[in-house]
């Protein structure tokens, strides 16, 4: 028996109640709460305040509640990693859904990313537009992490259903996050369409020398606006897609760990519930993506087409010239259904998503919107399995090296 054990009994009589031993002795307000056994349930000093902060912490680890400073961390690392490891595949999608030659160049997966290493190499092709991406990755998904575990917990504590939780908060995660990853998101596009510069082998309509290249040409020619072109679009794409994405994997560990019966799932169900989780929202969000791309990287037209020359009266399609300056893009005016699937893509010459989609349904079919859609399956799955397993093992990490620290500092 401990001695506040012995000390609480020999103020209470053989049958009284502890609250009655309390009212006997004239106890107006000694701070234990009422209902308590005895005086050694009631932690005093220091140690009271220490074993609750330990049984806050037992709590927020049965529940995978890291602190927000670790998952922002981690979420950077694991989702960077994750992004440039896939970057060469990106690259593949964005030539199939952005191609303007018609016949297309880019058709399959294998072929494409074969002729674009071969003819432009693996920096300046397969990689071009790296240097945006790493710089609106890493703090967005920072940004991401931060707000998606703040709203998540908050939610799921206001007693807002799990499921509801994880779908909302991939919504407003990806909100707060999209200031930064747009402007990089226009300039890792236009890059990786682009290629090498004076690319010989593709002619994009875009032709920068560098990412600061790039950023100030956009900005002096088109206005710092333009940094933020296709803003909707990209938000259109990306809120559903993580929102998608993060309650797949959240209820996908739900149903690994009570298969495993252990917080513990393993690699081989970590690996698996991400990369579901990503190639199954990146397939439903394709036909997002495919605009997305396209409002992005198209060739702004001037508000008067080239005319016409008489030579040519019934080719049916106009010459419009870039504002820019930098290409010629054929915009086809003949009936949709001639061609559905068209075998190139058109220049949308809009900013809305829904004028977007209807136009490449009557243009190209179905088929239209779901171009590159085997790129895009392939960056999702993997890319989503490599950050969220990241994402885990770093947290892991994280969390040992926190609880030997606090070890040390006991000691």
């Not at 401990?2 to 004239?26: C, H, I, K, M, Y």
């Not at 297309?104 to 397969?126: C, D, H, N, V």
């Not at 001037?302 to 040519?312: D, G, I, L, N, Q």
């Not at 799955?381 to 620290?405: D, E, H, K, N, T």
Request: charged share 20%; proline share 6%; glycine share 10%.
């Amino acid at each position: 028996m401990s001695l506040a054990s012995r000390v609480a009994n020999l103020f209470s009589s053989g049958t009284s109640t502890p609250q009655q031993g309390r009212d006997e002795f004239g106890f107006v307000d000694d701070g234990v709460p009422e209902g308590k056994q005895t005086f050694s349930d009631f932690k005093l000093g220091t140690e009271g305040f220490r074993s609750d902060t330990m049984a806050q912490k037992e709590v927020e680890e049965e529940e995978g509640r890291p602190p927000y400073l670790h998952s922002m961390i981690a979420g950077g690392i694991g989702g960077t990693t994750g992004d440039l490891l896939m970057h060469s595949l990106d690259t593949v999608k964005t030539r199939q859904q952005g191609d303007p030659h018609i016949p297309p160049k880019y058709t399959t997966m294998a072929s494409s990313y074969s002729t674009i290493f071969r003819q432009e190499g693996f920096r300046r092709g397969l990689y071009g537009g790296w240097i945006p991406a790493l710089l609106g990755s890493f703090p967005g998904t920072i940004i991401f992490f931060g707000t998606y575990e703040y709203s998540k917990r908050h939610m799921i504590d206001a007693g807002v259903t799990p499921q509801f939780a994880y779908l909302t908060s991939g919504f407003l995660a990806d909100f707060a996050a999209s200031f930064v990853y747009v402007p990089s998101e226009v300039l890792k596009t236009r890059l990786q369409l682009q290629g090498r510069y004076n690319n010989p082998f593709f002619q994009s309509g875009y032709n920068y020398k560098s990412t600061a290249h790039a950023a100030r040409t956009i900005v002096r020619q088109e206005g710092f606006s333009a940094l933020f072109y296709g803003y909707k679009a990209t938000i259109f794409r990306d809120l559903p897609f993580s929102a998608l994405q993060f309650t797949f994997y959240e209820q996908g560990q739900t149903w690994a760990r009570q298969w495993k019966q252990s917080r513990e799932i393993g690699l081989p169900l970590e690996l698996f519930t991400g990369a579901a989780a990503g190639g199954l929202a990146g397939v439903i969000t394709c036909p997002l993506d495919v605009v997305k791309t396209r409002i992005q990287t198209q060739v702004n037209p001037s508000t008067e087409p080239v005319k016409k020359t008489p030579a040519h009266p019934t080719i049916p399609t106009e010459r419009v010239k870039s504002s820019l300056g930098q290409q010629i893009r054929s915009i086809s005016t003949s009936s949709p259904s001639t061609h559905t699937p068209r075998p190139g893509s058109i220049n949308l010459d809009t900013s809305s998503v829904l004028t977007g989609l209807k136009l490449i349904y009557k243009t190209e079919g179905l088929a239209g919107g779901f171009r590159g859609v085997g790129p895009r399956f392939v960056w999702t799955s993997v890319q989503s399995g490599c950050m969220l397993f990241l994402y885990q093992s770093i947290l892991r990490r994280l969390g040992i090296y926190a609880a030997s620290a606090d070890q040390e500092a006991v000691i």
